[in-house]
């Protein structure tokens, strides 16, 4: 019974008895081809007496292109076991399972592409001419059958917090206050050590949530973990060290730039307001010069460094001074983290922070002293980065793929779904699936 157009088709356990392709869509007719279709599912016992002939049309992919219309013909099998409570059954071959009226390779096809190719779950749908719910319902599958149900032990870890979407709040009327239902933040742990990508998240930024998730990990898991990665926020400070008290905290550098170069803003615009008695606006050079403040000298080359300090310089000395104070503070801050790239020994690192520290202080700025602060406050953790060199950067990548997904779907209403759609797609390139070759 097995023929040419049979091996074509590939489905398992059916074979093919004709082809009409009078019409557009071409009609092909099956039969069922595997013996096993006719022992009961429930006792195991062969059928010997046939009930009747029943007729489905299962959906299933395009073959060589066209998208055929499948018409089975299978028979209805009587149970002779006296104990079987099972009286009758229909034949079934896993390619097509009971009560179903998708093939199972297209079911899994529709969720593959929504987990490994990055589609939506409505583009998906179209594709393959099926509803959004089968779609959703094949994702989730595939999603729980790919992803580990508990990740593997990392060394070092990121975390990092992402904006859902607008908090939820109900009224508790016994207690006469407002709790939170939805919280608009999720935090995430990344792999910054492997290729696992995103190793889970949880719903709200309190210390607790991410307390419980890394008590969830056994043991010898958390005793794994030697650094992890965060941004200045205490929050996370202190959940890592109740937590996992055996890890070094490491700050990214990324977010103390990006807190200098605000600092130097500030100053702009308070300078600014107090002289000319409003905001900058064009016109106003130090207004003009806004982008290239905030641009690191080492990245200019020496003529435009020296044509930028000239324009300082030639500014009103109530705003002038200020900035280019703030400036200097900027990039001896920068130059103090760019030492985690030379293998710093703690004579340059001592000599970068006490220019650092002297330049907020000779400034009297009420800014560079608050940034001087934060810097004293958080030095173990930058010194920790320093010497190791570990960014967060993974953890805003993966916060970058998030969103991306959260667009694509035009945002998400169930927490669980989202987070399922963010670790596989965050997830592709440990599991293969972003691979050129």
Excluded at 27 to 54: I, M, W, Y
Aim: hydrophobic content about 40%; glycine content about 6%.
């Amino acid at each position: 019974m097995v023929n040419d157009t049979t091996r074509l088709l590939g489905l398992d356990g059916l074979a093919v008895v004709g082809v009409a392709s009078d019409t557009d869509v071409p009609v092909v007719h099956l039969v069922t081809a595997d013996e096993q279709a006719r022992h009961c599912p429930d006792c195991g016992t062969r059928a010997r007496r046939s009930k009747g002939r029943r007729v489905t049309r299962p959906r299933d992919l395009p073959v060589g292109g066209r998208r055929a219309q499948l018409v089975w013909t299978k028979r209805r099998w009587r149970c002779d076991e006296p104990a079987c409570r099972r009286r009758t059954f229909t034949e079934s071959v896993p390619a097509v399972p009971p009560r179903k009226r998708l093939t199972s390779r297209l079911r899994a096809a529709a969720g593959a592409v929504v987990a490994d190719a990055g589609r939506t779950v409505v583009q998906a749908a179209r594709d393959h001419a099926v509803s959004w719910p089968v779609v959703a319902a094949a994702f989730t599958g595939h999603a729980r059958a790919v992803l580990p149900a508990q990740p593997e032990p990392v060394q070092v870890l990121g975390i990092d917090e992402t904006r859902r979407g607008r908090p939820r709040w109900v009224l508790d009327e016994a207690a006469g206050v407002w709790q939170t239902t939805v919280d608009r933040w999720h935090v995430g742990f990344v792999d910054l050590s492997g290729r696992q990508g995103l190793l889970g998240q949880v719903e709200g930024r309190t210390a607790q949530a991410v307390i419980d998730w890394l008590d969830g990990r056994d043991q010898a898991w958390r005793d794994t973990v030697r650094f992890v990665a965060i941004d200045m926020c205490t929050i996370f400070k202190s959940a890592v060290r109740r937590a996992l008290p055996q890890a070094t905290l490491v700050v990214d550098h990324f977010h103390l730039v990006q807190l200098a170069n605000q600092t130097l803003t500030e100053v702009r615009r308070r300078v600014t307001v107090t002289h000319r008695g409003r905001r900058g606006r064009k016109g106003n050079r130090e207004w003009e010069l806004r982008n290239r403040l905030t641009r690191s000298a080492a990245r200019m080359r020496g003529e435009h460094v020296d044509a930028l300090l000239d324009e300082l310089a030639g500014l009103p000395k109530m705003i002038g001074a200020p900035v280019t104070a703030a400036w200097h503070a900027k990039e001896d801050l920068l130059d103090l983290l760019a030492t985690a790239r030379t293998h710093p020994d703690r004579e340059e690192v001592r000599d970068l922070l006490y220019r650092f520290y002297r330049r907020c202080a000779d400034a009297d700025l009420p800014e560079l002293e608050r940034l001087a602060t934060t810097v004293e406050t958080w030095w173990p953790e930058i010194l920790a980065f320093l010497h190791t060199g570990i960014t967060n950067a993974g953890s805003e990548g993966t916060n970058r793929v998030i969103k991306t997904v959260a667009r694509d779907a035009y945002g998400f209403r169930n927490p669980v779904n989202q987070r399922l759609r963010t670790r596989t797609a965050t997830t592709r390139k440990a599991r293969g699936h972003l691979d050129p070759r």
